[in-house]
């Protein structure tokens, strides 16, 4: 339906150009994901953006779905849309509005919450906090502050994808389970750090088993840096959030005299 409706576009005149005024909100809903799916294979956003944007447009009120377009009010939209849809669809009449298929757009413009400061922890607290932590958080910090890799990525991690020589970065943990791939772009090979492979159980390289697992070998969900043994450890050195050890890793680089744009 979305290629269909983009495709003519192309060919509107005059004479049909008030058919989206037969349009109603749950048309409205579908096309916005047949643009966020184009989105998605086209690789310009994520798997679990779009998952947000569908769980979110699938759950409108049923009573608002088959409401036309020009006859929907922004009283009505923000009374009864959770913040997240309300964005989504206000997003959906914001595209209409630019391609030149509706002339006005009913979601209110939300002012935008002021992005929080990245604090990069120093090479002081990163090494304090390999020295404090048990083998599995050891291995994760390795990973994070020397490999710069994102969270989902380290989850998804297992000793087949380890060497004495390298990292093998080609999936990413999602809620949905293991994506191929990284998080954004194709897979990559990293160099592997001496201290990371000395962490490492070496009779289970070349296994299936997650580099950082629980105790009975299961994988671990992304909870894992926001809760337990790992959030515990990151707020004892004062950091923030896991995703901090990745801003480390790049600015060791680039203090190194590696490119930025490397």
Known sequence: MYQLEVSALDWRT????????????????????????DQLNRNKIRATSYDRYRYSLL????????????????????????????????????YLTRVGMIAHNPVKKTKKQADRPWIIPDEETVIAMLEKAERREKIAIWLGAACALRISEVLALTYRDLSIDEIQVNKHLTTRGIARGRKRGKGRPIDMPIGLYECLDKTLLGSDTP???????????LNYSTSGVMKRLLNEFGVARFHDLRHFAVSSLVKSGVDILD
């Open 14 to 37: 005059a004479d049909n150009a008030e058919t989206v005024k037969r349009w109603t909100l749950q048309k409205l809903a579908w096309f916005w994901l047949g643009h966020q799916r």
């Open 59 to 94: 759950s409108l009120p049923a009573d608002l779905l088959d409401k036309y377009l020009n006859k929907i009010t922004s009283r009505q939209l923000t009374e009864r849309l959770d913040p997240h849809a309300l964005n989504y669809i206000g997003a959906a009449f914001s």
């Open 211 to 221: 580099v950082i697992a629980g105790r009975s070998g299961e994988r671990l969900s």
